[in-house]
């Protein structure tokens, strides 16, 4: 029986309790030591790691501000649409048949949504901006891994309208033609960070409520352009390229007196809801072409201005063709002596030519210049062109520029060196955005105002050619007479030019046929140009371009209610450095507007007045003229005035009523 321990064998526990005593120690710091590196040295890193697992910055796109036209009509708003995506994580088989089903559904190519899922972690697209029906059919089908993200669409609710001018917006948001694109900064808004958190598998939950949406639109574009004169002037040249069977064509409008721009259509037309890429072009301000004879007004009115050319002078026309530097000039109808005036209305090569010689080189490349051709117009838009106005060093060079040959310009220039014209000399500064508006305060960010550019012939040499201009219209020959309106004079030069060859040359069988003018002719209101490109048969300006202008000019002076009225003065009077145009626009319509609100007083001293000319005019043109004779409207119906009581011209007392008969036109 042992009575006592033996040594060794307690030296041995003490040894193993010794051991274990050092490694639990040892144990504890090195846990000491980590959490001491965790949370005093990584601490913050660390921190900032946990709260990425929960917390997130809601990034809240702003909705993209409106476009409108002049009176409010909206040509481009945002509404709310649903985008569709995948997470591969959770969804099934990929090869299998849930993903053809998607893609039939939602008319998307299968191949394109695999790769882009076989490529991403947690997140690819399916399809962006789908319509309800689309949204609703999906959820319906209640794959696993298919979710939706609500944001924004573009929609332009008047299809076709101004489509060039508006352009249209990538997936992103982001303006990439047109309006959209030159203001894209404006109309995008600024963007708003808010707190968010995240549950357990990822999803996002707001920490707060998102800025109010009103606060984060985009400002408000409101253009110049008129939503009805847009639209006749796009069907009108829709009607006239389908007919003449045209490559395209451009029209341009523009308040001579202001600079604005009323009207910018295009055909082919161009539905930003659905756009093609090849109706995509602004071809009326981005595309040049040789005018042709449009260029004998500028020509004959800065040879006017430069004493080297009278009204009285009499110009031999060589009875059609000429000889010029070993090339021969033909005129489509053979003149003999001719005045200025004849020269315009026939529409003489030959004589514009000798006229251009009279100028000489220097003096008629400077005469274009001046007229705004060859520099940019400043509209606003990206991508515009100079256009070409070289330096005439051949003689053919100098007869051939005098009749629009050998120099290029665009729709936009050649309309804006006729409106510089029709007003009294002065080349206005053309502008395409009247204003931007600040959605939320009101505030307005910016506005454009009437500038005048240069004053290019004086008041009296301006006037001298609208008279010859009007002579293209009015004379029986005149090569413009299909733009002639019922009521009003109109001022206007036809052009159809040869296109150039690329093989060298002027194609024989190619052209660009163009007419550009103003009316009224004695006080103007707005100048118009049409242009026609590549016209097949009836190739002439006078022929397939003016009647288009007949059918813009006339809605126009009826929709701003211009009295019938003629023999008016030319403004004339209006002065480089005048801040605002505008007001000798007003006073033009003042008297244009008197002819036709003669006042009398009868026997027993109260006020009588004249009976103005409604039919035809819209009812809101209608309301405005009657209101500024001191008439009261009695409206029936909507549309156009078709039937007016008392009827035009009777005598009556102010502040009667005028009964009116509104419906479609007939």
């Known amino acids: 029986m042992r009575t006592g321990a033996d040594p060794r064998w307690t030296r041995g526990i003490a040894l193993r309790i010794g051991v274990v005593a050092v490694l639990f120690a040892a144990g504890f710091a090195a846990v000491a030591a980590r959490a001491v590196h965790l949370q005093i040295l990584q601490g913050d890193h660390l921190s900032g790691l946990a709260r990425d697992q929960y917390l997130r910055n809601f990034l809240q796109k ?17 509404a709310e649409a649903y985008s569709i995506f995948i997470d591969p994580a959770e969804f099934p088989d990929p090869r299998g048949p849930e993903l053809a089903r998607l893609s039939r559904l939602l008319e ?12 991403s972690g947690h997140f690819a697209w399916l399809k962006r901006r789908v319509s309800d029906s689309e949204a609703e059919s999906v959820r319906k089908l209640s794959i696993p891994g298919v979710s939706f993200l609500k944001e924004t669409r573009r929609y332009y609710p008047q299809r076709e309208l ?15 033609e047109g309006v959209e694109y030159a203001l894209d900064d404006s109309l995008q808004g600024e963007q708003a960070r808010a707190p968010s958190l995240r549950d357990a598998r990822g999803r996002q939950l707001l920490g707060e409520a998102p800025a109010p949406e009103r606060t984060l639109e985009g400002a408000r ?30 029209a341009v409008a523009v308040d001579p ?7 910018l259509a295009n055909v082919p037309l161009l539905n930003p809801n659905t756009p093609r890429r090849e109706a995509l072009r602004n071809r009326a301000v981005l595309d040049t072409f040789e005018p042709g004879s449009t260029m004998k007004a500028f020509v004959l009115a800065r040879a006017l201005e430069e004493g080297v050319l009278r009204p009285r002078d009499a110009l031999f026309c060589e009875n059609g063709s000429w ?40 003096r008629l490349q400077q005469a274009l210049l001046a007229f705004g051709l060859g520099d940019h117009t400043q509209v606003g838009l990206t991508g515009e062109p100079r256009g070409q106005v070289p330096y005439p060093r051949a003689e053919i060079s100098l007869a051939n520029m005098s009749f629009g040959q050998g120099v290029t310009a665009s729709a936009l220039q050649v309309t804006l060196a006729m409106a510089a014209l029709a007003n009294g000399g002065t080349l206005m500064k053309p502008w395409l955005v ?9 505030e307005v960010l910016s506005e454009a105002i009437p500038t005048p550019v240069r004053r290019v012939v004086s008041a009296a040499t301006a006037a001298q050619v609208t ?86 000019a006339e809605y126009a002076l009826k929709a701003e209610g211009v009295p019938p009225a003629r023999g008016l003065a030319l403004p004339g009077t209006l002065a480089l450095d005048s801040p605002r145009p505008a007001a000798v626009r007003e006073v033009q319509r003042s008297a244009a507007a008197e002819p036709a609100l003669r006042t009398t007083r009868s026997e027993d001293g109260s006020q009588s007045v004249s009976v103005p000319s409604l039919e035809g005019l819209p009812a809101r043109a209608a309301l405005r003229l009657l209101e500024a004779s001191d008439l009261a409207a009695e409206p029936r119906g909507s549309g156009r005035v078709t039937t007016q009581v008392p009827r035009p011209g009777e005598v009556v007392s102010r502040g009667s009523k005028v009964r009116l008969v509104l419906g479609p036109p007939l």
């Not at 702003?62 to 945002?78: C, M, N, Q, W, Y």
């Not at 009247?434 to 009101?442: A, E, I, L, N, Y």
């Open 257 to 263: 007196a202001t600079g604005e721009i009323l009207a």
């Open 108 to 119: 998307v190519d299968a191949k394109t949504v695999l790769k882009h899922m076989e490529h």
């Open 323 to 362: 000889s010029v530097g070993g090339h021969v000039i033909h005129d489509h109808h053979g003149l003999g002596w001719v005045s200025p005036a004849r020269v315009m209305a026939a529409s003489s090569n030959i004589c514009a030519a000798k006229v251009g010689m009279r100028l000489g080189r220097d």
């Open 162 to 176: 101004a489509g060039q001018v508006l352009g249209v917006v990538g997936d992103g948001g982001e303006g990439l």
């Open 62 to 78: 702003p909705r993209r501000g409106i476009i409108t036209d002049r009176s409010g009509a909206v040509l481009a708003g945002s």
């Open 221 to 250: 574009v409101e253009l110049a352009i008129d939503q009805g004169l847009e639209l006749v002037a796009e069907q009108a040249l829709d009607a006239a390229v389908k007919s003449a069977r045209a490559a395209s064509g451009m």
């Open 434 to 442: 009247r204003r931007v508006v600040d959605p939320s305060t009101g």
């Open 467 to 552: 008279r010859w201009l009007e002579g293209v219209v009015a004379d029986a020959d005149g090569t413009g007479k299909r733009a002639r309106l019922e009521s009003w004079s109109v001022a206007g030069k036809t052009g159809t030019a040869q296109k150039a060859d690329p093989a060298g040359g002027y194609s024989a069988d190619r052209h660009f046929s163009s007419f550009v003018g103003f009316a009224p002719a004695t006080a103007p209101r707005i100048a118009i140009g049409v242009f026609i490109d590549e016209p097949k048969g009836e190739i002439y300006g006078g022929e397939v371009a003016a009647p288009v202008f007949r059918e813009i």
